[in-house]
């Protein structure tokens, strides 16, 4: 539980990203594949709340970056999300932000865990 | 995988309603449920099991949160209407014709002009389509260029005609010059020494010469003045048939026996060749008495005939012949008689 409470503090930062990157590799994706997606590649180290992951799509498709069709499966309405074009780049470039954040933390991190050792 | 149960996926679709979950994002939140309850059931727990879970995660505070997360993000879309009418009656019109405004002008200005245009155009439209068949008249004669040729000539010729009115002209005698062989003689009036022997006359006769005018008649009229009281007057009407009173000549019938023996002369060719006879000489007495028409029917010839004729010429005016009293013209035949001593 205080586990999950960490990963979702630094997950609010870049849940944007992670979840634009998803969509890049997949035609589409609806919510729960999303979570889903997240628990499997992590480990479950990373688990998306459905209260958090929602108002994210929602921002992103209503910011133009993500479309939506609905679809019908086993008598339920089934909400796809797929990235447009400008999606396919702010993918890009929110990926590629990331990585440079990460580096820059790691960097921020490793002369600590150096000294330490 | 297991299928949620249609009363389990309404079981949760309720509960999300209770929890006053806006109705836009709640078909999406639903299959994300149920989507994780068949996750759970898959896993082998029971739906109650599942139920208490799925209330767990989405509890009324979460369920709340999303509502309103999604509320400012449509606000952010929120148009100065929506704000304006927020917690008031909606149905009421206004919010409709408000909501509307932008797009019925929208629509009214692009009426508005394209009727206007189409007012402006309406001329230009209507010249553009009705000539058309006058277009392809002309087409149509541009092809056929023979045709074209004749009726330019045409006018050429008419104006040519209009202004020039023909002068009144007679034909002139073109007199064409040829040797003195080939110029034929027509009538050439009696030279001097043919007229030394000869008399003039109506025609050439190749008579006696030296004849004398009078001499030869007068020495024949004698004897033929003696015969010509013989005359009878013979009337015939042809021209209008009996008339009830006849012409008559002026001093009757023995006034006109001393003209003719006064007047007629025998022929000089009759008194030697010795013919005698009656001349019957047709005349027309006119309503006003003159004698006209005269011609002789039947004749003896050697000039009896002419002299007859012309004797007949030289009376004076009839008395007309009158028919109910008014005077009529009379075609009259007179036989004269010459005959030699």
């Known amino acids: ?117 | 995988m297991k299928r949620l149960q249609e009363n389990r996926l309404d079981l949760i679709s309720k509960y999300l309603q209770a929890s006053k979950l806006d109705p836009e994002l709640l078909p999406e939140i639903l299959d994300h449920l149920a989507c994780e309850a068949e996750e759970r059931l898959w896993d082998g727990k029971s739906f109650e099991q599942v139920f208490g879970t799925i209330l767990d995660t989405a509890d009324s505070q979460t369920l709340l949160n999303l509502s309103v997360d999604h509320k400012n993000l449509l606000a952010m879309e929120k148009s100065l209407n929506d704000i304006v009418f927020e917690g008031r009656n909606k149905l009421y019109g206004a919010y409709a014709l408000r909501k509307g405004y932008s797009q019925t002008m929208q629509r009214s200005v692009l009426m508005g002009v394209t009727l206007f245009l189409l007012m402006v155009m309406l001329p230009n439209l209507y010249a553009r389509l009705v000539p058309e068949p006058k277009a392809s008249d002309i087409a149509y004669v541009v092809e056929a260029k023979p045709i074209d040729i004749v009726p330019e000539e045409m006018p050429k010729v008419l104006p040519k005609k209009e202004p020039a009115p023909v002068a009144k002209t007679v034909k002139s005698v073109q007199f064409v010059v040829l040797p003195d062989n080939q110029v034929e003689i027509e009538n050439i009036p009696p030279s001097v020494e043919e007229l030394e022997t000869a008399q003039p006359g109506q025609e050439t006769v190749d008579g006696v010469e030296n004849l004398d005018i009078v001499a030869p008649p007068v020495v024949a009229a004698k004897p033929a003045a003696s015969s010509v009281v013989g005359v009878e007057p013979l009337k015939e009407e042809t021209f209008l048939g009996n008339v009830e009173q006849a012409p008559e000549y002026r001093g009757g019938l023995a006034a006109m026996g001393a003209f003719l023996q006064k007047n007629l002369k025998y022929p000089s060719q009759a008194a030697k060749a010795g013919i005698e006879g009656r001349v019957f000489v047709e005349f027309t007495v006119g309503s006003d008495g003159k004698v006209e028409n005269v011609k002789s029917l039947k004749g003896i010839g050697f000039g009896c005939d002419e002299e007859a004729v012309r004797v007949v010429q030289l009376m004076r005016n009839w008395n007309p012949g009158k028919q109910a009293g008014v005077p009529v013209r009379v075609r009259f035949t007179l036989p004269i008689a010459f005959q030699l001593n």
């Open chain 1, 1 to 117: 539980m205080e586990n999950n409470a960490t990963s979702n503090e630094y997950v609010r930062g870049t849940l944007k990203t992670i979840v634009l990157n998803l969509l890049a590799e997949h035609d589409r994706m609806y919510g729960y594949e999303i979570t889903q997606e997240v628990k499997d590649r992590t480990g479950g180290a990373i688990a998306l709340t459905f209260g958090a992951l929602y108002p994210v799509l929602h921002k992103l498709e209503q910011e133009g970056l993500l479309v939506t069709e609905s679809v019908e499966v086993d008598g339920r309405l089934r909400k796809y999300y797929s990235l447009t074009t400008p999606g396919n780049e702010a993918a890009r470039d929110k990926t590629n932000d990331l990585e440079r954040f990460i580096e820059a933390v790691r960097l921020l991190l490793a002369p600590k865990s150096l000294a330490t050792e």
